[in-house]
């Protein structure tokens, strides 16, 4: 009993931090023709009381296609991938130094990759889960000899799980870990569908659903006394459930809607010049709200530079398009007056110091580091040069390259995987004081 008062923690008892407004990870990954040098086995390890097991896409997809285990795993993902599960090792340190928080109590961590796929992340997930299927009742089992078998498990219990952070993926693991009570929070995932708790009973997030941000755009529309409004949405799960919230919060509002366009996933330019002609048609509206994957929300203002529109429309965009440059850029005419959404985060400059001071040297607990290293300088080290077979071309890493504000910029997530770590740690500090009152440190 001692120990399971550490071990599982319940669901209400996380602390969460839940930031206005929201924004989605389902951007299309760039698919990639490489073959994955295979990421098998690979784990960020540290060892501790606690284990707090963490999921990140720090690989990109492979190449599209089925499941086939070879090519699984593509480009490594210098952001969202090694930046964040840095951030997660991080805050594990910064915890483990705060005697407020678990005090005597050492947490570890282990992180997997989940590629930015679901199939995959599933798989890598029996890693958290292997230990439940060990705590057999050893008595039952003779060796040889006659004597009684013991455990030899190598496999650590995780009391929780921090990740996935593409919608897809977090749902895949949640229908595993509810299986074994296992607390999962996630960084990203975004997905309304995660918030219903008969499916995803052990599923948190620090990050709010997309439905808020139609919310937040119907707000704004009856803000300026709108009543006559346009909209277009991407194909897929973000842009059509993102649209589909606002069309009927806009319904109860009584606000219309002139004309609705959807963007298929298999657009081409004349798909977003179509796009605006049907928009322009429609001669008194000139809100038009916007459900776009950031590449429809460049493609259709780009639609809207051809046609040199200038204060026709009053775009009205969720986060897709968000604080981005890019859809903007050489759009500025036709995207001026826009009114964006995003999520609300902050800058840890404190993670800043810690990972411009990283080096390959001291960081030989990440195996993805020197990978997510020779990205960020364009070199390559010993190893991997040594295995490349046109490398006349290719400069050696020194290893005394330097991450500095020029080839490294804090990763917009970056706080909510902060923001992940503390709730769980102060969720299991809270059950300790309240199973365990008297007690410092872990349990034996
Ligand atoms: C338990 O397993 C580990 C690795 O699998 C091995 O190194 C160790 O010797 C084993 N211990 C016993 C008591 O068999
Ligand atoms: C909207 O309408 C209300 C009531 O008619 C008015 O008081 C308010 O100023 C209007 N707001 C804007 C932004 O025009
Ligand atoms: C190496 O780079 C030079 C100059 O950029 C180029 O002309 C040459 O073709 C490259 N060689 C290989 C093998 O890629």
Not at 319 to 330: H, K, L, R, T, Y
Request: net charge negative; proline share 3%.
């Amino acid at each position: 009993m001692g120990a399971n008062c550490l071990f599982t923690v319940g669901f209400g008892q996380l602390l969460l931090v839940v930031t206005y407004l929201s924004t989605i990870d389902t951007k299309i990954l760039q698919e990639n023709k490489n073959l994955g040098t295979g990421n098998t086995g690979k784990a960020i390890y540290i060892p501790g009381d606690i284990i707090i097991g963490g999921l990140f896409p720090v690989h990109q997809k492979g190449f599209s296609g089925e499941y086939t285990g070879k090519g699984v795993c593509g480009d490594i993902n210098i952001d969202r991938g090694v930046q964040r599960s840095e951030a997660m090792i991080f805050t594990i340190k910064e915890i483990n130094k705060d005697n407020s928080i678990l005090p005597g109590v050492d947490l570890g961590v282990k992180v997997l990759d989940t590629c930015a796929r679901g199939t995959y992340a599933l798989e890598q997930s029996l890693e958290f889960i292997r230990a439940s299927f060990t705590t057999l009742d050893a008595s039952d089992f003779r060796c040889e000899d006659g004597s009684f078998a013991r455990l030899n498990t190598t496999h650590e219990t995780v009391a929780g799980v921090i990740g996935g952070a593409y919608s897809e993926v977090s749902k895949q693991v949640a229908n595993l870990l509810r299986l074994f009570k296992l607390p999962q929070i996630s960084y990203a995932s975004t997905s309304a569908a995660l918030s219903d708790k008969n499916r995803y009973e052990y599923f948190a997030r620090t990050v709010p659903p997309d439905n808020f941000q139609a919310k937040a755009m119907v707000d704004i529309v009856l803000k300026f006394n709108w009543t006559y409004v346009s909209t277009v949405a991407s194909e897929g799960n973000y842009g059509q459930s993102g649209i589909e919230e606002f069309k009927v919060k806009a319904g109860e509002k009584n606000i219309c809607i002139a004309e609705e366009i959807k963007i298929l996933s298999n657009s081409n330019p004349s798909t977003f010049d179509i796009a605006i002609e049907k928009l322009i048609k429609k001669e008194n509206a000139n809100i038009v709200v916007l459900f776009l994957r950031v590449e429809d929300a460049k493609n259709l203002l780009a639609a809207a530079t051809r046609q040199n529109l200038r204060d026709r429309f009053v775009w009205i965009a969720a986060d897709g398009w968000g604080a981005q440059e890019i859809p903007v850029e050489n759009n500025e005419e036709a995207a001026k007056g826009a009114l964006t959404i995003d999520l609300q985060s902050t800058t840890l400059t404190k993670f800043d110091d810690y990972f411009m001071s990283l080096t390959p040297d001291k960081n030989s607990i990440n195996p993805w580091f020197t990978e997510y290293w020779e990205s960020v300088h364009g070199c390559k080290f010993v190893d991997s040069y040594l295995g490349d077979s046109d490398n006349s071309n290719i400069t050696l890493c020194t290893g005394r390259e330097k991450i500095s504000r020029k080839n490294f910029k804090q990763e917009s997530k970056v706080q909510f995987v902060y923001d992940a770590v503390q709730a769980m740690a102060r969720a299991i500090d809270r059950m300790q004081r309240d199973i365990c009152p008297d007690r410092v440190g872990p349990v034996p």
